[in-house]
């Protein structure tokens, strides 16, 4: 992975009197939060299997911390807490309130870190505790002390400490923290700081109360991860994350945006295996039922796509071209995939066609690319399969020069109470013909008309006839496979097109053409002979 001097950078803004940082960031814990604030995303519920094989993932990869839940909630909670404390290699944590029952199931299921948590901001103590801030710092200290009286490492959070009145922040965390607290959490409960002010935030706690701090930071603004970098570039030692950033409201800070950002723009080797970030977040996708939208940054569908001819062209030459140049598809077990369309190029037809095993010629490429480029203009997805079929029925063409029958003009009139009619306009040996027929269906009409339009001297038997759908959906690219026999010789072609009587005219009429240049070649062969 290649990283930018970041740093280095950050170093020589200081010198120019604006202090980004006061010290290096050399290491950062990341905290995983998917199992619970992530549960607790509007409609998630994650099973307890679902639990312990997203916590496994997690801790394979080696995310150094992962909040497994909040065991209190319920009887299958304090099991899944207590199996995925039992099983992981990593630390594992539990929430709790303040109260005692509370604080004692997270210590029954055997978490490495007890996180209590208590309002500090005076809404919340008002309005949701109906408390005051007085028996706010009484309960933080009793609950502090009672985890570590248990001897377990305990993490507190002053809940909406972002809304918090300063000197009453630093008091709450005063206090925790002389009652033992290892770690304090900076939630931004709501989702309402922004990036210099988180900094400013953690910059000035730390010139207040000596602890380390972590934070805790949510989406509603789109400033979760910034915020997140944010608290660590001013001296946090933890970030709070969770895969493809489910959690409460609009979410949390991604753990693949946090440790992506940190390992490729900060240069920070967070020890984490990223490249299982693509598939952890997908299994995530499925289990909350959360679907990713297709531009999500790291995991999105169109990550690492490319459509516009200029870009694709750029990123086939050298993906840093149009690319971060920092972070790649094969850094988060992602692909890069060129997407066909409006504005596909020529440039990524080869390239595609090219990788799938096609040898096309500068005019196929021209025309597939023409094809897929009508078709994608039409507002429709253009797929890998789409793609192949419009190559094979553009590349097994007669040549234009050496048609037969050069198809003009298919036009189809149909509908429920009125007999399907076919037109057709074509040039036969260069004498302009059209044609017109009804049948049973368009496709019928159609293949009528054609037969009528090459009268006696073409007229062949259809001895083969199947559509098949490329793509899913009903703007589907269809490919019509078409045989053709007469006295005796056969011939066969494809063709492919969103519409399915025009298909199958193309197909017909281009298997005729392969009938007709056959029978001459067979013809030419025989005079040949002595
Ligand atoms: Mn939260």
């Known amino acids: 992975m290649t990283t930018y001097p970041v740093m280095d950078l950050y170093r020589k803004s200081r010198r120019k009197g604006i202090v980004f940082w006061d010290h290096d960031v050399t290491d950062v814990s990341i905290f995983d939060t998917t199992l619970r604030d992530g549960e607790q995303s509007p409609g998630t519920s994650f099973s307890f299997d679902d639990k312990l094989r997203i916590a496994e993932t997690l801790d394979e990869m080696g995310v150094h911390v992962i909040e497994a839940g ?45 996180h209590t948590f208590v309002s500090s901001s005076d809404i919340q103590i008002q309005k949701s505790m109906d408390s005051s801030r007085e028996e706010v710092l009484e309960m933080t200290r009793d ?33 925790a923290h002389d009652a033992g607290a290892d770690i304090v959490n900076i939630p931004d409960t709501v989702g309402v700081i922004r990036p210099t002010a988180m900094y400013r935030l953690i910059d000035a706690l730390r010139d207040e109360v000596d602890v ?28 709070q994350v969770s895969v493809n950033g489910i959690g409460e409201r609009a979410g949390n800070a991604a753990l693949e945006e946090v440790v992506m950002s940190l390992e490729s723009i900060y240069g920070i080797d967070t020890g984490i295996d990223t490249t299982r970030i693509y598939d952890l977040s997908k299994t995530v996708e499925r ?38 140049g920092i972070m790649g598809p094969e850094d988060v077990g992602h692909q890069r995939r060129l997407v066909m369309g409006k504005h596909t190029g020529t440039h990524s037809v080869r390239e595609t066609l090219e990788e799938a095993g096609y040898e096309p010629d500068d005019d196929e490429v021209r025309e597939i690319t023409r094809r897929i480029k009508s078709m994608g203009g039409k507002g429709k997805r253009v797929s890998d399969a789409d793609v192949f079929a419009i190559a094979e029925s553009v590349m097994s063409a007669v040549p234009e020069a050496e048609k037969t029958v050069d198809l ?24 302009e013909r059209v044609e017109a027929d009804v049948g049973v269906g368009p496709v019928d009409a159609a293949m009528s008309a054609v037969s009528s339009l ?3 001297e073409y ?40 519409d399915i009587t025009v298909a199958s005219v193309e197909a017909l009429v281009d298997a005729v053409n392969h009938l007709v240049r056959k029978e001459a070649r067979e013809e030419r062969e025989r005079g040949a002979e002595p």
Request: aromatic share 6%; with cysteine; net charge negative.
């Open 459 to 498: 007229d062949v038997e259809i001895t083969d006839f199947h559509i098949d759908a490329i793509s899913g959906g009903s703007d589907a690219v269809a490919n019509v496979y078409v045989g053709v026999e007469r006295d005796g010789e056969e011939a066969n072609a494809n063709a492919s097109s969103e």
């Open 212 to 239: 380390p701090y972590d934070v805790h930071t949510h989406d509603d603004f789109g400033l979760a991860a910034a915020n997140a970098l944010a608290g660590i570039e001013a001296g946090a030692v933890q970030c």
């Open 287 to 324: 289990l909350s039922g959360i679907p990713l939208p297709q531009n999500k940054p790291v995991v999105g569908d169109n990550a690492f796509s490319h459509e516009s001819g200029i870009h694709a062209a750029g990123v086939i030459e050298d993906s840093s071209t149009f690319e971060p």
């Open 408 to 431: 003009k003009e298919v036009n189809v009139s149909t509908g429920n109470d009125r007999t399907p009619m076919a037109s057709v306009r074509a040039e036969v040996e260069d004498e």
């Open 70 to 114: 909040f065991p209190i909630n319920s009887d299958e909670e304090f099991e899944a807490v207590s199996e995925i404390a039992a099983t992981s290699e990593n630390d594992v944590c539990g929430l709790a309130r303040v109260h005692e029952e509370d604080l004692d199931a997270a210590l029954d299921a055997d978490v490495d870190l007890v």
């Open 143 to 175: 609950a502090v002390e009672h985890v570590k009286d248990h001897g377990v490492d305990c993490m507190f959070s002053p809940m909406d400490a972002t809304r918090t009145d300063f000197d009453y922040l630093v008091d709450i965390i005063e206090t």
């Open 454 to 456: 090459m009268g006696g």
